[in-house]
């Protein structure tokens, strides 16, 4: 990190320290998430899919219903509530495809916040809806032009921007990485994911669920499922990244499964990064824009190593088989992300007894993958529509 950050760093650990201890402050969160996101977010039971497959029963935890249409929001409330605390009125973040801008965005309108987005200028042309939201929701979208201009570019901007800025605004991280107390602090905001998990299927089924999977990108949506499980040695948790044209292809952003990333410090924290033996950052792909990036979250990639969380990863295809079986079996639109959860869930779950309880969070809703999922499934009618508006992509 810029050594000009460090107090900033520092002064945010200790703002957050005291949130932390602070009971009214997590109520206050809660509170807002029920009144504003929807909260909390159902367990369904998959009954009919279940069946199909023949082994363990599957429970769906349903991100995909909060606001905004996934788990961002969780973070970013919980963010915005402690820069209300700390007194400052300004908010700022960089987005690759776009999700954590818009639920940025809206978490700064509804709690009166400045927000400016940075955003590659490559992304901004790809992901035109989204940035018509965030501009909308009243943020300033910056498309950034130097270097690549994509995420990594943003991140840089973004930095600059809070070394000359920090005094009035916080940098809203978007998920758990990043140097300390960001991993922290969003893995808590995030575990009220798993906190009612708990719960809901203790009351659906008497005890804890045998076996969790969850996505990883960054890691947040299953370090906020994970965590408040750590401590129940017989419930399984397995991670699942992007598989992309498989293992050996390459092209896939699989950083912990396959044993592909290596240790390496970059963006202000140390954790597995997709590299080569110089340290140079491979490309990486994914058929889904948020599982796609080379880093992972430190807290992950910990547990993995101590051996509390497995990882495995789902290709492309499996993916696009996972969400045709997902809506026509349950009639759930889940996000490309969120579907690898489930690709892995369904892989495992016709060798497992019945008796057997597999939960498996859905961190959002595919809506968004319109324009993706349309083409995977090779909908001619709908590229015949894009084409005649211009290829609205
Ligand atoms: C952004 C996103 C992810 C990936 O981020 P994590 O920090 O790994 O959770 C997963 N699912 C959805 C729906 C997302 O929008």
């Known amino acids: 990190m810029p050594e000009i950050l460090r107090h900033t760093l520092e002064d945010l650990a200790e703002a957050f320290a005291l949130a932390r201890r602070d009971a009214q402050f997590w109520q206050r969160f809660v509170d807002e998430a029920k009144a504003y996101s929807g909260r909390p977010t ?12 023949g082994g363990a029963q599957l429970l ?104 000359d800025s920090m005094d009035d605004t916080h940098y809203v991280m978007g998920t758990v990485c990043g140097p300390h107390p960001f991993p922290q602090m969003v893995a808590y905001f995030q575990q009220v994911v798993g906190q009612e998990s708990r719960q809901q299927v203790q009351a659906l089924i008497g005890r804890r669920p045998d076996r969790i999977y969850a996505c990883v990108g960054g890691g947040s949506n299953a370090t906020g499922m994970f965590v408040p499980f750590l401590d129940d040695p017989e419930v399984e948790l397995v991670g699942v990244e992007a598989g992309g044209r498989g293992l050996a292809s390459g092209a896939h952003a699989a950083r ?44 992950l990639a910990w547990l993995h190593e101590i051996g509390r969380v ?20 349950e009639g759930i639109i889940g996000a490309l992300e969120s579907l690898h959860a489930v690709a892995a869930a369904i892989r495992a779950a016709g060798d497992r007894p019945q008796s057997e309880v597999i939960l498996i969070n859905l961190s959002g809703r595919g809506d968004k993958d319109i324009f993706t999922i349309a083409d995977a499934l090779g909908d001619d009618q709908w590229r015949s529509f894009l084409a005649r508006r211009g290829g609205a992509r």
Not at 310 to 329: G, K, N, P, W
């Open 60 to 163: 769906l935890k349903r991100e995909d219903l909060n606001h905004t249409g996934a788990h961002k929001i969780n973070n970013v409330l919980g963010q915005g509530l402690l820069v209300q605390r700390m007194g400052k009125r300004r908010v700022i973040a960089e987005t690759g495809a776009g999700q954590h801008g818009v639920a940025t965005a809206t978490m700064a309108a509804r709690l009166g916040l400045q927000c400016r987005v940075y955003m590659g200028a490559l992304d901004v042309e790809r992901q035109r809806p989204n940035v018509f939201w965030m501009e909308q929701l009243g943020a300033e979208v910056v498309a950034v032009e130097s270097g690549s201009a994509s995420l990594k570019d943003a991140i840089n901007e973004c930095l600059r921007d809070w070394a």
């Open 310 to 329: 497995r990882f495995e990863a789902a290709t492309d295809d499996e993916v696009i088989a996972a969400l045709r079986r997902l809506m026509r079996s």
């Open 42 to 53: 159902p367990v369904t039971p998959l009954a009919n899919l279940s069946a199909q497959l």
């Open 256 to 299: 912990i499964a396959g044993g592909h990333g290596r240790p390496g410090v970059a963006q202000g924290y140390r954790t597995l990064f997709l590299q080569d033996e110089e340290g140079q950052m491979l490309p990486t792909h994914s058929v889904s824009a948020g599982l796609d990036y080379i880093g992972v979250s430190p807290i």
